[in-house]
């Protein structure tokens, strides 16, 4: 975790950490959790996530592009 913490997927760890840390918070404050509000914030941790995976795999296929480039093929 504490590498998470420090990688391209830190956006997605962080997003992970507020989810569980609001639901508890939610049943240790009201204990209940109303579903509708679940359910949007589940559709926006989705979307955070997607959206770092989209980042993280251009990311690296620019960088793994512009390595190609550089080597010398014989």
């Given amino acids: 975790m504490k590498k998470l ?13 507020a989810l569980l840390g609001t639901f508890i918070a939610i049943f240790v404050v009201q204990r209940e959790l109303n579903l509708t509000f679940a359910i949007g914030y589940l559709t926006v941790f989705a979307v955070v996530v997607a959206g770092n995976a ?9 960088n793994n592009g512009k390595g190609n480039k550089n080597q010398n093929h014989e």
């Fill in 54 to 62: 989209i980042y993280v795999l251009y990311k690296r296929k620019k």
């Fill in 5 to 17: 913490l420090h990688s391209e997927w830190r956006l997605s760890v962080m997003t992970l950490q």
